[in-house]
């Protein structure tokens, strides 16, 4: 499914209450969705660093994702630059730590605990059509990242102590 142009929205920075607060299900065939996933894609476009955003990071408070893993160096699959409505987390397993940084958190990464293998199941904008993802290594990182946003969970909060932060280089952000 093609999405009509999106306008780039500017990315909300933390503490921005809907940053905390958990996103609502919305029907993936409602114009408006289907506006605002073409607006969470173009904003994805516009961060170079950035390799997923999340409505509530655009300042909607819906569950909608927009994710792109290609080209990262820790990257194995790619399910292509995707925007999926309500997704859901079905299967997670082989857990490890690694470094990661958001769009709404300037000049910070972290070092989280997420799986490396997930199936997600979700809609298409547009149509509603089923979407299942099965994602490991950087994308599903990313993936998961974007789904603690609809959750109100930041990076931050899966920090398990301050010698897990660092300062931002120039890594991509998860």
Do not use: K, Y
Not at 9 to 36: C, F, I, M, Q, Y
Request: charged fraction near 20%; proline fraction near 7%; hydrophobic fraction near 45%.
């Amino acid at each position: 499914m093609t999405l009509p142009d999106g306008t780039a929205r500017g990315v909300l920075d933390a503490p921005h209450p809907l940053l905390s607060a958990r996103a609502r299900p919305v029907d993936p065939t409602d114009p408006r969705v289907v506006t605002a996933a073409a607006d969470l894609l173009a904003t994805l476009r516009g961060e170079p660093r950035t390799a997923g955003l999340a409505a509530p990071q655009i300042g909607l408070s819906w569950r909608l994702i927009a994710f792109d893993a290609a080209g990262h160096p820790r990257g194995r699959s790619w399910a292509g630059e995707l925007v999926v409505v309500n997704p859901r987390l079905a299967e997670a397993s082989h857990w490890c730590v690694g470094r990661e940084g958001c769009a709404s958190i300037a000049g910070l990464t972290a070092d989280v605990r997420r799986a490396t293998r997930i199936t997600v199941l979700g809609s298409l904008p547009g149509t509603g059509d089923p979407v299942t993802i099965e994602a490991d290594a950087f994308e599903a990182r990313c993936i998961q990242h974007q789904l603690d946003h609809l959750d109100g969970v930041l990076f931050l909060d899966r920090v398990s102590g301050a010698l897990s932060l660092h300062r931002r280089l120039h890594t991509c952000d998860a």
